[in-house]
């Protein structure tokens, strides 16, 4: 994994659930953020699913004292908030993951971490780990149509529990 880039400007998105969460910038907690080109895409539903399967497994690993409320997992895209709620709850993420809507204005998020596809309008398949100071890495990208390797988010969700 590469070395940690000075933190953003500040950035905040609604949240799948009506809320504001930080997304760049200083924030309460260390957080993963996780890019996807759309939600109800094939690709992206599996990344998500192993998403949840991943914190779902170190919770019950005996890290759930670091996971929650330690870090936050956040999936996002340029959707709305309402397609990503639907989206979450359809494959019960919901609990485990918070989606953030990149929506307006539109992608600015994803550009701000060179994560935007300005031909399709949409995010590219970028995660980034993000320290509470706002600094931040990347740890797992993936061409249009592949999903990014399991163990890259693996490894990230690894660090996130140990306090980085």
């Given at each position: 994994m590469s070395?940690f880039?000075?933190?953003?400007?500040?950035?905040?998105?609604v949240?799948?659930r009506?809320g504001?969460?930080?997304v760049?910038?200083?924030?309460?907690?260390?957080r993963?953020?996780?890019?996807v080109p759309?939600a109800f895409?094939?690709?992206?539903?599996?990344e998500?699913r192993?998403l949840v399967?991943?914190?779902?497994?170190?919770?019950?690993?005996?890290?759930?004292?670091?996971?929650?409320?330690g870090?936050e997992?956040?999936?996002?895209?340029?959707?709305s908030?309402?397609?990503?709620?639907?989206?979450?709850?359809?494959l019960?993420?919901?609990?485990?993951l918070?989606?953030?809507?990149d929506?307006?204005?539109?992608?600015?998020?994803?550009?701000?971490?060179?994560?935007?596809?300005?031909?399709?309008?949409?995010?590219t398949?970028r995660t980034?780990?993000l320290?509470?100071?706002?600094?931040?890495?990347?740890?797992?990208?993936?061409?249009?149509?592949?999903?990014?390797?399991?163990a890259d988010?693996?490894?990230a969700?690894?660090?996130?529990?140990?306090?980085?």
């Amino acid at each position: 994994m590469s070395e940690f880039a000075p933190p953003l400007e500040s950035i905040s998105l609604v949240d799948h659930r009506g809320g504001m969460r930080v997304v760049a910038g200083p924030a309460a907690s260390a957080r993963l953020l996780v890019f996807v080109p759309g939600a109800f895409t094939p690709v992206c539903a599996d990344e998500v699913r192993e998403l949840v399967e991943l914190v779902d497994s170190a919770r019950n690993t005996g890290r759930s004292s670091a996971l929650a409320p330690g870090f936050e997992v956040f999936v996002v895209a340029t959707d709305s908030a309402a397609t990503l709620r639907a989206w979450l709850h359809d494959l019960g993420a919901d609990g485990v993951l918070t989606g953030c809507s990149d929506f307006w204005p539109h992608g600015r998020a994803a550009r701000a971490y060179g994560a935007f596809d300005e031909g399709s309008g949409a995010a590219t398949r970028r995660t980034f780990l993000l320290r509470a100071d706002g600094s931040y890495r990347l740890v797992a990208s993936a061409h249009p149509g592949e999903a990014r390797v399991r163990a890259d988010h693996a490894a990230a969700l690894h660090l996130l529990a140990e306090g980085l």
